[in-house]
């Protein structure tokens, strides 16, 4: 069984950063991506960015160049640093894992909230 922890959410102000963290721990046997996902409330949970197994990257458009997307093989660890947030960007943010064979897993969550 794997769990995922996600850490760093909480409130900034407009223009300002966070570093979210999403720690997998459990029986991993090969890992194909693990993405950062995010919902606001009222609209579906959307793609933020994903890292592939070989370290490629790919980002939502209304991220780009904003949001950075890093794993540490290692530590079974990815995060997601986030430049320059906008009001648009508040959201409970998600990590995800998708194994070589199984299902995806999720975490519980993280919110960010963004002041003007």
């Known amino acids: 069984q794997v769990q995922l922890v996600e850490s760093g959410g909480g409130l900034v102000q407009a223009g300002g950063s966070l570093r979210l963290s999403c720690a997998a721990s459990?029986?991993?046997?090969?890992?194909?991506?693990m993405g950062w996902y995010r919902q606001a409330p009222g609209n579906q949970r959307e793609l933020a960015a994903v890292?592939?197994?070989?370290?490629?990257?790919n980002y939502a458009d209304s991220v780009k160049g904003r949001f950075t997307i890093s794993r540490d093989n290692a530590k079974n660890t990815m995060y997601l640093q986030m430049n320059m947030l906008k009001p648009a960007d508040p959201a409970v943010y998600y990590c995800?894992?998708?194994?070589?064979?199984?299902?995806?897993?999720w975490g519980q969550g993280t919110q960010v909230t963004v002041s003007s």
């Open positions: 995800n894992l998708v194994p070589a064979v199984g299902s995806h897993y």
């Open positions: 459990g029986t991993i046997f090969s890992i194909l991506t």
């Open positions: 890292i592939t197994r070989g370290g490629s990257t």
